[in-house]
Structures are given as structure tokens and as C-alpha cells.
């Protein structure tokens, strides 16, 4: 088992030692030459009496990256808590027992299929190639995507192959420096409501014990070759997918300016071809962003829902005179909506509005098929009085699509993040692609009547009540500030919130209306505002769901009442953040 340094600060002179040689075995090893050069270099700075240098090895071998249901996300660079080669190589390893273990070999049966892809980051290519040759190694049948793809691509491929497994190495919308390794599950390898969807347990916890956290780079089987690269055919399979997605009947209306931006990732790869063969011509490029690019140079954080990351996709719209701005993050699995105001300026939608936006373009469909719509618990309440109201079956999951995607009969699924599904036949994860195509799809239309998006939101407001959403997020530079919180929270929850009386005070970790445990509280006033509080899956930070109702007269009285609910959702997070003990 390795050993744990302490901090720096603590460590005696032969705990300084033991990293050191942790450090120096690890160096010998790295097949990566920049991720050696740098160790090499932090150790010689450590030996010298550098505290800083032993900081960071420290932080490098503070333990290793855990795998779990979000497979692995961390920082690039050496070490075992880091996302490297060595990292990627041993995980790919247990991976493949687990595969192995799963889906045991008989006569005449195939051999395990495993599906590999990757983005533009730094490290992506080589990492996927590494799991492409220990997959390989291992026995397993191994298809490699083409290039950097989006995600939604490879959760395609994991259905269209059949394959019992598809890899995907991205960190998404994480800032520059991150790396991650995000597992799916599929053909004989899992159920059919899983199959194509992100691992959850306990599948996560069985290959977690199949990673061998000490294997040495030289032990883990490497092959050569082996492996095939997905032809032209598998992208256009996709296409033509995609394109499924849109309604016959609409497709005189594609008379729309769009303004696009992947925010340097790989949505421009898919997404403008796929407009024109829908009929709506070519997006306007934001041209500081439209190309992949792993330093993510104009954004701080590369999410459309981080500040100032849209702010030139805005500046395009405004100078093209565009209908509507399309955003992807930068594997393009989620899609970002901004459309103009009616006093001129620009504005994205929340991730809840256009959630209800597709929801209602995709209602009757449900409606006729018999599919169901879903959301996480953490999104607004209003899809589901939607589907109540148009006798569509209605489920609430917990956080992450890998619960969205696994509702029996799903039609339509979303997540205020940004994350929608509306094609989980053949993508059973969110896909930014084919939203941002049924988007086009619903904005061209109400333009042919002479109506836009916030026209459609303040008809839904009027026949189902506003359902107002806002959202604090508190990022922490210290983990065990998470833990403090919640604890704060669970022991001392709040009994008044914006003025209202707090008539619901749930645990989530202890389950809710049919919910599996989650860690979070619930809150809900006896005026129907609502707020939930759970710590992040893939970021060090706290995040604080806020929601109110109120019922709205008839068209006249909706901006009224947006003010009122904007007010309400103002006192409630001062009583939130008074709560946290901030």
C-alpha cells in the first residue's frame, strides 16, 4: 500500500525521504518525458530545501486519483493523484479485467468490444492511444474514433457498435490544466436501460477494485497494433441520426441567423455541417473561438455558464443581427441558448429555460409515442406540471444523466446544466448537437409566426405558473470546507427562508420521495420556493439550486411577476448564504 505524506510543513526528515524515493520510482517509470522532466526537476528543487517544490510532490502523491461514477477528472501532470500515463494505463487495465470478469469468453461468443475516443486537450490523443493498446493487450476488441470527437459521438458509438464499453478522455468544460477519463457501459456488459450510459454502482466500485494502484508501467501489457479506427461510415451514422431528430412537418421553417460558438472545442466539428444539411444554412462562426484549442485562450473557465465566457458570441450576435446564439462547452455535450431581449440586448437562457423550451417543442411527441420526459432533482419543477398537464409520464432522478438516461422509456431528459437528451435511442447521455439542432428547430418555427423563445417562456408562465430558477455557487480551495457546510446545514437547517416558513427539511443522503440517498438537503417554503444544496460531482465547490412559483394572471401581468420572483429569489439567497455561515 503506498503511504501517504503528510504536508510539507509536518513532514520529518524521513517522511521528506520516503516522498522523495515515491517521487524517484515514479520518475524512472514515466513513459510521459515531459511529466519526468518535471518530476525530475521538483525533486532536485526539494533536495535543495525548495518548500514549495515538496508542496507539490506532495500533492502529486497524496494518494491516488479515485475512480468513481464520474470515472477519473483531475489535473495533467505526474504523480498518482494526477491524470497521466501511468494513471490512464493502469486504470485501462483494470478496466479491461473488469470487462473480462463481466462478459466471460465461450465458444464461438466475440471478445469483449471496447470504443475509444477523446478530445482536443493536451494530453487526450495519447492517453486514448495508451488505453487502446492495453485494451488491446488484454484481448479485448478495441475501435479507436477517428479524431477528437465530441462526446455525444462516442456515447453514439457505444450503441451503434454494440460495444460492451466506450472510454471517452475528456474534462469537458474543466478549466486548461484537467484531464479525465469518463466510462460507459453497453452490449452484454450491462442491462438494457444502462446500456450506452455512464457507469454508476455498483459497476464503478468493481472496476475501481480491479485498478492496481501499485502495477509497475512495465508489468501492464502493452500492445503494438491491433486495434481498428472507426471509418467515415461510423460519423455519418451519427449524422444521419441527428438529423432524425428534427420534425418532418417543420421543415419549411429553417429561415434563422445563428451565431455558434464551441468555445475552442470540438462542436464545430459536427455541428455547422449538420445545420446546413437541416436547411438553415451556415452559423456564423465566433472566429476567436471556432477552433479546438486546449489552452481555452479567451475564456476562463471554457462553460458557457461560467461569467464572460459568452461574451463574444453576444458581440457577434449584436453585430450580425443574429435570432438566436447556440454555445457548446467543448466536448459539445452540452448546449447553451442566448437570445435577444426585447429591449435590445443579449441574454443565455438558464439552463431550466431551455429545458422547458424543448420539452414543450417535444411534448406531443411524447405524447404520441408514449415516451416519458425526466429531470434531475436539482432542475425546475415545471417540466414536470408540463407533462402532468399533457399526460405524459413524469420521473425526477438524482443529479447527472447517468440517472436521466436510465428512465424506462425516456424520451426527453435534461439537467439545468446545460444537458439535454433528445435522443436517447441512439445517444443515452446529454447531447448538445442534436439540442442545439431541435433548438434551430423551435426558434425558426415561432420566427415564422412572428414569435421568439421568450414569447414561448411567457405562454408557459401564464399556463403553468412562473417557475423562476437562480443558483449560488461557492468554490472552495479546501475540500473539507465542502464537508464543514453540509454538516452546518444538517445540524442547524434553517427555519424561515426569503420571509417564508420552511414547512420541508429533507436529508437527501437519507433518500427522498423515491430518490436513492445522494448527499444534499432539500428546503421547501409554504410559498412553494424551493432550494436544494449539494456539493459538486466533478468540481470543488458547493452548489445551491434555488427556485419559487408564482401563478401569473394572464400575458400582461408575466414581467410583473418575473420582478416579484426575482425579489423573492434575492431574499432567499441572503438567508442561504446566512445559513452557510459565509
Known amino acids: 500500500m503506498t503511504t501517504t505524506p503528510a504536508p510539507p510543513s509536518e513532514l520529518p526528515d524521513d517522511g521528506l525521504l520516503l516522498l522523495l524515493e515515491q517521487a524517484e520510482a515514479w520518475a524512472r517509470q514515466d513513459p510521459d518525458e515531459a511529466d519526468r522532466a518535471t518530476l525530475e526537476a521538483e525533486i532536485a528543487a526539494a533536495r535543495a530545501g525548495d518548500a514549495t517544490a515538496a508542496r507539490t510532490l506532495a500533492s502529486r502523491f497524496s494518494g491516488p486519483l479515485a475512480f468513481g461514477t464520474a470515472g477519473l477528472r483531475a489535473a495533467e501532470g505526474p504523480g498518482p493523484a494526477r491524470m497521466n500515463r501511468v494513471v490512464v494505463r493502469r486504470t485501462a487495465a483494470g478496466l479491461a479485467r473488469y470487462l473480462v470478469d463481466q462478459v466471460p469468453s465461450a465458444d464461438g461468443a466475440p471478445r469483449p468490444r471496447v470504443v475509444v475516443g477523446y478530445d482536443a486537450r493536451r494530453g487526450s490523443r495519447g492517453f486514448a492511444l495508451d488505453s487502446a493498446a492495453v485494451f488491446t493487450a488484454a484481448g479485448l476488441e478495441t475501435i479507436l474514433l477517428p479524431g477528437p470527437l465530441p462526446t455525444p459521438v462516442l456515447a453514439f458509438a457505444v450503441r451503434h ?39 454508476v454502482a455498483p459497476a464503478d466500485r468493481e472496476i475501481a477494485a480491479r485498478i492496481d494502484h501499485e502495477a509497475t508501467v512495465d508489468s501492464i501489457p502493452l500492445a503494438a497494433e491491433g486495434w481498428s479506427v472507426a471509418g467515415d461510415e461510423l460519423l455519418e451514422a451519427y449524422r444521419q441520426a441527428a438529423l432524425g431528430v428534427l420534425d418532418p412537418e417543420h421543415t419549411a421553417h429553417r429561415d434563422l441567423r445563428i451565431v455558434f460558438t464551441p468555445l475552442h472545442g470540438l462542436g464545430g466539428a459536427v455541428f455547422p455541417d449538420l445545420l446546413q444539411l437541416a436547411g438553415f444554412g451556415a452559423p456564423t462562426a465566433v472566429t476567436e473561438q471556432a477552433e479546438p484549442d486546449p489552452a481555452f485562450p479567451t475564456v476562463t473557465f471554457p462553460n458557457p455558464e461560467e461569467p464572460g465566457a459568452m461574451d463574444l458570441a453576444l458581440a457577434t450576435a449584436e453585430r450580425e443581427g443574429a435570432d438566436l446564439v447556440i454555445a457548446h462547452d467543448p466536448d459539445a455535450d452540452r448546449c447553451a441558448l442566448a437570445v435577444q431581449e426585447r429591449d435590445g440586448s443579449w441574454r443565455m437562457l438558464r439552463g431550466d429555460e431551455t429545458g ?12 404520441q409515442s408514449g415516451a416519458a420526459a425526466a429531470n434531475s ?19 425526477t432522478t438524482l443529479t447527472g444523466f447517468k440517472w436521466i438516461s436510465r428512465v424506462p422509456g425516456l424520451g426527453f431528459g435534461y439537467e439545468e446544466a446545460l444537458g439535454y437528451c433528445v435522443d436517447p435511442a441512439n445517444v443515452r447521455d446529454k447531447d448538445g448537437v442534436t439540442a442545439a439542432l431541435v433548438a434551430a428547430e423551435l426558434a425558426a418555427t415561432l420566427k415564422s409566426q412572428g414569435r421568439s423563445l421568450l ?31 453540509m454538516s452546518r446545514l444538517r445540524q442547524a437547517p434553517p427555519s424561515s427562508l426569503g420571509g417564508q416558513r420552511v414547512i420541508e427539511s429533507a436529508d437527501l443522503a437519507e433518500g427522498h420521495r423515491g430518490l436513492p440517498p445522494t448527499d444534499g438537503v432539500l428546503y421547501l417554503t409554504e410559498g412553494d420556493s424551493r432550494v436544494i444544496i449539494r456539493p459538486s460531482g466533478t468540481e470543488p465547490k458547493l452548489k445551491c439550486y434555488l427556485e419559487t412559483v408564482l401563478p401569473v394572471e394572464d400575458a400582461s401581468r408575466v414581467a410583473e411577476a418575473r420582478v416579484q420572483a426575482q425579489q423573492v429569489l434575492d431574499r432567499v439567497t441572503a438567508d442561504v448564504d446566512l445559513a452557510l455561515g459565509r
Open 161 to 199: 457498435l454494440e460495444a460492451e464499453a466506450g472510454v471517452m478522455v475528456t474534462a469537458s468544460h474543466n478549466p486548461p490544466e484537467d484531464n479525465g477519463y469518463k466510462v460507459y457501459l453497453g452490449g452484454r456488459a450491462t442491462d438494457e436501460h444502462g446500456r450506452g450510459a455512464q457507469i
Open 356 to 367: 422547458v423550451l424543448l420539452g414543450h417543442h417535444l411534448m406531443q411527441r411524447l405524447q
Open 377 to 395: 432533482v436539482v432542475s425546475s419543477r415545471q417540466l414536470s406540471r408540463m407533462a402532468q398537464a399533457a399526460g405524459v409520464e413524469h420521473q
Open 455 to 485: 414569447d414561448l417562456l411567457d405562454s408557459l408562465a401564464v399556463q403553468h405558473g412562473l417557475y423562476a430558477t437562480g443558483q449560488l455557487s461557492i468554490r472552495v480551495a479546501d475540500l473539507s470546507l465542502l464537508d464543514a457546510m
